[in-house]
């Protein structure tokens, strides 16, 4: 039990000088540091996974801004193996939902949708369910048809695109990704097909010049960045060299892009607890940063829910956000009086905040409520003796020791007191 221990906390030390090196941009020191950790399957090795993963990343994205292709490729061939083609913490966190396509039983419905419907999206999902029911002309020709009657309509476009591509039709397909990115310039998808397209038709210039717009765009797109590299190198040895400008690296968090995580959160609200039982390190701010921002829009869904108001407090206080973190564990304690664990949060959360005597009043009616616990009666030894209550102090401070005689604390402050 005791080497198990010793070995967690050498784990959790390692995490942190990981993260520490990786917040310091120093990313091949990350990786030796957090690499032996991603084998683990707890939190910590999820955790160590991905950031092994963005480290590769920054790496792969330093090769290419120094011409150093070859060696980009591996750094972003190791990244999407640990972490998939997205570089996007809170992605990595929501996780990946699966689609599913019966496309032959949906095929007339969605006629029938596409011929009624005012919705300019809704062709393109007919000539997709057509593409998928393998009427081919069918699809072409729908969005042929769409192209002109909704000329201003880039979705159209590059899914005609898409298909004109596929077929190895490159010189179509070339023309409607063009007029894509003329009506949407900030089309990420759009530029990135436009580059693949371009480069099976052996133009890596152009190819590279497409795929440094749209990772530009969508800074978090690992493949695309791999793809950057290729055919920067190609074009390169063509001696048709690119003067690339390569964006720094950086995490996007939309909260609108994560509501399957909202609703996890809701659900599993042991999720977020897993998440700050993670050791202090330097991306705390991202990290809790991204989760606060979760956590507030599942609580303007369900502001009646304790526990969530309880992990919002909690996840504050991670942030140092001492004096909401009570104002939301009070709003815990609104929703339910006897919520033991709100109870007790709000109590530490007030001697931090050097509001003694109202931390000693949660604390005495958490017990009240059933949390006879070792440590919330040493805390409350603490606040006594801090006071200069001796006696009401030791009380509590034997009481944690009836509870935990192996708790070191309460015997340093009954000490403390007797001298």
Known sequence: MRKRGRQGKAAAERYVVGMTCYRAGRYARALDELTPLSDRDDLIGRMSRL???????????????????????????????????????????????????????????????AETSSDPSARVKLALTQWGAGRRTEAVMTLTTAA??????????????????????????????????????????????????????????????SFQRALELRPDDILTAYHLALSARAAAEAGHPVALRVPELQSHASVEDALPLVRYVCDEPDFVRALLSLPESPIDDELFGMLL??????????????????????????????????????????????????????????????????????????????????????????????SGQHARARRHLRRALELNANYHKPSEVLAAIAA
Not at 54 to 74: M, N, P, V
Not at 149 to 167: I, K, S
Not at 324 to 347: C, M, S, W
């Open 293 to 386: 921002a979760v956590v507030e829009r599942a609580l303007d869904e369900h502001p009646e829910y304790a526990d969530l108001n309880l992990i919002c407090a909690q996840v504050l206080a991670r942030l140092g956000r001492t004096d909401r973190a009570i104002d939301r564990a009070k709003k815990a304690i609104f929703v339910n009086p006897h919520y033991t664990q709100a109870l007790v949060e709000l109590g530490r959360l007030c001697a931090r905040a050097g509001r003694c005597e109202e931390a000693l009043v949660y604390l005495r009616r958490a017990i009240a409520c059933g949390g006879d616990f070792a440590d919330v009666h040493c805390l409350a030894g603490e606040l006594l003796a801090q």
């Open 148 to 209: 002109r009657t909704e000329p201003g309509n880039a979705a159209v476009h590059v899914q005609l695109g898409l298909f004109h591509a596929a077929q190895e039709h490159f010189v179509e397909a070339v023309e409607a990704l063009e007029r894509a990115v003329r009506i949407d310039c900030e089309d990420a998808r759009a530029h990135r097909h436009l580059a693949m397209t371009l480069a099976a038709m052996g133009d890596a210039r152009g190819a590279a010049v």
């Open 51 to 113: 950031y092994c993963g963005l480290s590769e990343k920054a790496l792969g994205l330093a090769a290419i801004r120094e011409g150093r292709y070859a060696e980009a490729q591996q750094h972003l061939t190791r990244a999407m193996r640990r972490i998939g083609k997205r570089a996007d913490l809170l992605e990595h966190l929501a996780g990946l939902h699966a689609r599913t396509g019966r496309h032959d039983s949906c095929a007339a419905t969605m006629e029938m949708v």
